[in-house]
């Protein structure tokens, strides 16, 4: 069974730093791409950054370009999301999704249940 | 960036009768070597996480029922819900995975009239 587990949200200041973990199992890992999805209170869903099976290649929005870090330890089936310079705007709860395989561009067929980032002072 | 819009924002619909609804993305989805159309539908439910119910914008998810299906091509997409059920309250994404930035559409409330 496929299972995706995040972690690492909690209450940061504006200008802070965070970062959070999802544990993955129940499949190849380094096989797929995986992503961060966000959604801030009462919104809708909002892309933020993806990284290749491999690790060697990493998307990011624009809204998180530059302050943000995706990054993988297939070793340890699971996916970070570094968060630096967090603003208010940032404030959302974030899933780790499962995406494409090696085959063909996929959507997110399996989501975790996702953990609340709050920046406020 | 591919822009996803959804209409309409909300909708409420009696039980067993039917729910559409339409996205359409600023850029075609179809990959013209394949023929296949990058598009997927989600379910969110109230406190829970997204569900993908419908991907190619036509394919169910195993264990999705057959009362939700998809259709369309290109840039222009719907999500039918055929005879609402009470389970089917939620909240709908179209979502395109042709291009990076992945976009999602603005969401469809359904609810029960």
């Known amino acids: 069974e496929v299972q995706l587990l995040e972690s690492g949200g909690g209450l940061v200041q504006p200008g802070g730093s965070l970062r959070l973990s999802c544990a993955a199992s129940?499949?190849?890992?380094?096989?797929?791409?995986m992503s961060w999805v966000r959604q801030a209170p009462g919104k809708g869903l909002e892309w933020v950054s993806a990284v290749t099976g491999r690790g060697d290649t990493t998307y990011y929005a624009d809204s998180v370009e530059g302050r943000f870090s995706i990054s993988r330890d297939n070793s340890k089936n699971t996916l970070h999301l570094q968060m630096n310079s967090l603003r208010a705007e940032d404030t959302a709860v974030y899933y780790c999704?499962?995406?494409?395989?090696?085959?063909?561009?996929?959507?997110?067929?399996?989501w975790g249940q996702g953990t609340l980032l709050t920046v406020s002072s | 960036d591919i822009v996803m819009t959804q209409s309409p924002d909300s909708l409420a619909v009696s039980l067993g009768e039917r729910a559409t609804i339409n996205c359409k993305s600023s850029?075609?989805?179809?990959?013209?070597?394949?023929?296949?159309?990058?598009l997927g539908w989600y379910q969110q439910k109230l406190g829970q996480p997204p569900k993908l119910l419908i991907s190619?914008?036509?394919t169910r998810e195993s264990g999705v029922p057959d009362r939700f299906s998809g259709s369309g091509s290109g840039t222009d997409f719907t999500l039918t819900i055929s005879s609402l059920q009470a389970e089917d309250v939620a909240v709908y994404y179209c979502q395109q995975y042709y291009r990076t930035p992945r976009s999602f559409g603005q969401g469809t409330k359904v609810e029960i009239k």
């Open positions: 999704a499962r995406g494409d395989d090696y085959n063909d561009l996929r959507p997110f067929d399996y």
């Open positions: 129940g499949f190849t890992f380094s096989s797929y791409t």
């Open positions: 190619w914008a036509s």
């Open positions: 850029q075609t989805v179809l990959h013209s070597s394949n023929n296949k159309n990058y």
